[in-house]
């Protein structure tokens, strides 16, 4: 695997662990509102999963 791959890859974990936090109730980004959170958190996960997809597709 080449590092980009790896890179968006681990992006991507990331990404899916946050959303699963914030799914669960957790508030990854403390000190911050639950709808701001859930809202940044959702951009994030979509922005990681199609970046993953197009780079490696």
Do not use: C, H, Y
Not at 3 to 8: A, E, L, N, S, Y
Not at 36 to 57: D, H, L, P, Q, Y
């Amino acid at each position: 695997m080449d590092k980009g791959t790896v890179i968006r890859t681990a992006v991507l974990l990331v990404a899916l662990v946050n959303q699963f936090l914030v799914a669960t109730g957790l508030n990854p980004i403390p000190g911050s509102e639950q709808l701001w959170g859930e809202v940044v958190s959702t951009i994030f996960t979509g922005a990681a999963a199609t970046w993953a997809w197009f780079k490696n597709n």
